[in-house]
């Protein structure tokens, strides 16, 4: 069993955004049989990992690049990022865009308004994911209105203990 044995210093996204972690949470150290293992942030913050194409804007396909400069951001999106980013969630942009997208995704990004800590690219294409980690992931599918989440009792898949 981990237990928890203080604080560490802020997260910093693994990512070539120049974007700093603003937020003041600090991750907390884990130590299980004596070992440091994968610290954790605390319960009350959330790491959110959001798309950008057909989630936060118009969806665009990496063959249309010259699209993505003048997306249209959707409803709402803009206002419920940024509260979460304002309440001290740490908010990362996970996309399909490639390496050779991001500095027009930046762009965006910043003229748009968007606040976030990092820009991952290179989301594997597709969609039907299945996320396995060794931390706690919950997901949730854009359907058309982006909002505060609600909880919500579902049936999930779980490996066997």
Not at 138 to 159: H, P, Q, S, W
Request: proline fraction near 4%; aromatic fraction near 8%.
């Amino acid at each position: 069993m981990a237990k928890k044995t203080g604080e560490k210093a802020k997260p910093k996204a693994k990512t070539k955004s120049k974007k700093k972690t603003t937020s003041k949470t600090k991750l907390i150290e884990l130590k299980a049989d004596g070992k440091l293992i994968s610290p954790i942030l605390p319960s009350s913050v959330k790491n959110y990992l959001i798309d950008i194409d057909g989630t936060i804007c118009d969806d665009i396909p990496n063959e249309q690049p010259e699209r993505m400069a003048t997306a249209k951001v959707y409803p709402d999106a803009l206002k419920i990022c940024n509260k979460w980013y304002e309440e001290g969630h740490i908010i990362t942009f996970f996309t399909s865009r490639t390496e050779e997208h991001r500095k027009v995704t930046e762009k965006w990004l910043k003229k748009n308004g968007f606040k976030y800590h990092g820009l991952l690219v290179g989301k594997p294409r597709g969609g039907n994911y299945h996320w396995i980690d060794n931390h706690i992931v919950r997901a949730t599918r854009y359907e058309g209105n982006f909002t505060d989440l609600i909880k919500k009792d579902v049936t999930i898949e779980v490996f066997e203990k």
